[in-house]
């Protein structure tokens, strides 16, 4: 086989990085290691930038996301018992923020991408990665008991964190930056209707938790935990006891329903140096990695991938090398800033250091400051809703 661009991994970085190519008219074949109702189930990220709406728009897989997607216009922070709203598009100038699940956006761009009649390969393994340090890469893997081998011009490694195209490249030619943290998330989608318009970040003595939504019967609802916590542990009803203390204020209830999925997810911070080896380029968590308090792993994969498509169209179009060299140092730049808010963000809002009371004082006069300063809501509005 031969191709433009090989894809590798059909999460959201190379799904939309295929559909991206293909309104350019540029070929690619994906190949993806799971199944295709493997991907389209797994349940993660669920709030979308702006600039990640309009880009999916103009790809031309926005109808459904247009019509089921939930508009936000603020987010709510809660602590010391209060709650303060941060309001997202008058602090932004007009931005606001779209709630639309990962799984659903992965599904629209499956769709378009067998509607295009372009390869997309499920359920491959024996994934190798050849010649990347040649102007002739290629991709081997196994396909229904078949081994194949595509050559192509280039190849994105979009296989997330766990993926191969990272270890692909040789170690002295990496820089790697990482920071674990001493808690995790245990997340659950419950079949109820949002007790919040907006989504609620709490700060509590117990441990933070979050209310989201994924539509207007299901939310989505998050609780600190350790990172090694056991899910067995956690029956719905200690789940639902832990989520009522630490979300209700006076006045206000939580509505409980039926628990559909539940899982504990570590909290990471991730990034490798530079985003490119040769003709192997990277994107999304395959490059890097947020603690989801910010809400920027996903859209960091789509602007990623929104950089390389531009790029490749300038280089396999016009011949020209410009966009592609930049591409590493212009997607950090903005690695970066995602990576300094979402740690920002955790440890604001976690609780740290079993509750030092010097910890707690400091976070309490920073989210004061946050919730009563024009220019410091400001700050946090402007990296939520994402800059351009
Ligand atoms: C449990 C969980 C919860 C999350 N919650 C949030 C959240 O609330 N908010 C937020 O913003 N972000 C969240 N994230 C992060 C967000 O989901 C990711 O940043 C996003 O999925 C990145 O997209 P991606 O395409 O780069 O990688 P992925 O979605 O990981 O996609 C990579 C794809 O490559 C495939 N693959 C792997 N290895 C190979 C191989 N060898 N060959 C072929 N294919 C391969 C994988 O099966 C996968 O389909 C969460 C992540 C996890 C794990």
């Given at each position: 086989?031969?191709t433009?661009v090989?894809?590798?991994g059909?999460g959201?970085a190379?799904?939309?990085?295929?559909?991206?190519l293909h309104?350019?008219?540029?070929d690619?074949?994906?190949?993806e290691?799971?199944?295709?109702?493997?991907?389209e189930?797994?349940?993660r990220?669920g709030v979308l930038?702006q600039g990640?709406v309009d880009l999916l728009?103009?790809?031309g897989?926005g109808e459904?996301?247009?019509?089921?997607g939930?508009v936000?216009?603020?987010?709510?922070?809660?602590?010391?018992?209060e709650?303060?709203?941060?309001?997202?598009?008058?602090?932004?100038?007009g931005?606001?923020?779209?709630v639309?699940g990962?799984t659903?956006?992965v599904?629209?761009?499956i769709?378009?991408r067998?509607?295009s009649?372009?390869?997309l390969?499920?359920e491959?393994?024996?994934?190798?990665?050849d010649g990347?340090?040649?102007?002739?890469?290629?991709v081997?893997f196994?396909?229904?008991?078949?081994?194949?081998?595509?050559?192509?011009?280039v190849?994105?490694?979009?296989?997330g964190?766990?993926?191969?195209?990272?270890p692909?490249?040789p170690?002295n030619?990496?820089?790697?930056?990482?920071?674990e943290?001493?808690?995790?998330?245990?997340g659950?989608?419950a079949q109820v209707?949002?007790?919040?318009?907006?989504?609620?970040y709490?700060?509590?003595?117990?441990?933070?938790?979050?209310?989201t939504m994924?539509?207007?019967?299901?939310s989505?609802?998050?609780l600190q935990?350790?990172?090694?916590?056991?899910?067995a542990?956690w029956?719905?009803e200690?789940i639902?006891e832990?989520?009522?203390a630490?979300?209700?204020v006076p006045?206000?209830?939580l509505?409980?329903?039926p628990?559909?999925?539940k899982g504990i997810?570590?909290?990471?911070?991730?990034?490798?140096e530079?985003?490119?080896?040769?003709?192997?380029?990277l994107?999304?968590?395959a490059a890097h990695?947020?603690?989801?308090?910010g809400a920027?792993?996903l859209?960091?994969?789509?602007r990623d991938?929104q950089?390389l498509a531009?790029a490749?169209?300038a280089?396999?179009r016009?011949g020209?090398e410009?966009?592609?060299?930049a591409?590493?140092?212009?997607?950090?730049?903005?690695v970066w800033?995602?990576?300094?808010?979402s740690?920002?963000?955790?440890?604001m809002l976690h609780?740290?250091?079993?509750?030092d009371?010097f910890?707690v004082?400091l976070?309490?006069?920073?989210?004061r400051y946050?919730?009563?300063?024009?220019?410091?809501?400001?700050?946090l509005?402007?990296?939520?809703?994402?800059?351009?």
């Amino acid at each position: 086989m031969r191709t433009q661009v090989a894809i590798v991994g059909a999460g959201p970085a190379g799904l939309t990085l295929a559909q991206l190519l293909h309104v350019e008219g540029i070929d690619s074949v994906v190949i993806e290691n799971r199944s295709r109702e493997y991907v389209e189930a797994r349940i993660r990220a669920g709030v979308l930038e702006q600039g990640v709406v309009d880009l999916l728009t103009t790809a031309g897989v926005g109808e459904r996301m247009t019509r089921e997607g939930l508009v936000h216009e603020g987010i709510e922070l809660q602590f010391a018992g209060e709650r303060h709203r941060i309001d997202l598009k008058r602090l932004t100038g007009g931005k606001t923020i779209t709630v639309y699940g990962q799984t659903e956006i992965v599904k629209d761009l499956i769709q378009a991408r067998l509607t295009s009649g372009r390869p997309l390969f499920f359920e491959v393994d024996d994934v190798r990665l050849d010649g990347i340090g040649t102007t002739r890469p290629r991709v081997l893997f196994r396909h229904e008991d078949a081994a194949h081998e595509l050559d192509c011009d280039v190849i994105a490694g979009c296989d997330g964190f766990h993926g191969i195209s990272r270890p692909s490249i040789p170690a002295n030619a990496l820089r790697t930056f990482t920071r674990e943290y001493p808690f995790g998330w245990l997340g659950i989608l419950a079949q109820v209707a949002p007790s919040n318009e907006e989504l609620i970040y709490s700060n509590h003595e117990r441990g933070f938790a979050l209310l989201t939504m994924r539509s207007p019967q299901i939310s989505r609802l998050y609780l600190q935990c350790r990172p090694d916590e056991d899910i067995a542990e956690w029956p719905d009803e200690r789940i639902w006891e832990e989520l009522h203390a630490r979300l209700e204020v006076p006045g206000w209830t939580l509505a409980e329903g039926p628990v559909l999925e539940k899982g504990i997810t570590p909290m990471r911070s991730f990034v490798a140096e530079p985003m490119r080896h040769g003709r192997l380029f990277l994107a999304g968590d395959a490059a890097h990695i947020v603690p989801p308090t910010g809400a920027k792993g996903l859209n960091l994969a789509v602007r990623d991938v929104q950089l390389l498509a531009e790029a490749l169209t300038a280089w396999l179009r016009k011949g020209s090398e410009t966009l592609l060299d930049a591409y590493s140092t212009s997607c950090l730049r903005r690695v970066w800033r995602a990576e300094h808010f979402s740690w920002w963000m955790t440890t604001m809002l976690h609780k740290l250091e079993d509750g030092d009371p010097f910890a707690v004082r400091l976070q309490e006069s920073q989210l004061r400051y946050v919730v009563s300063s024009e220019s410091a809501a400001t700050s946090l509005a402007e990296n939520y809703v994402g800059f351009d």
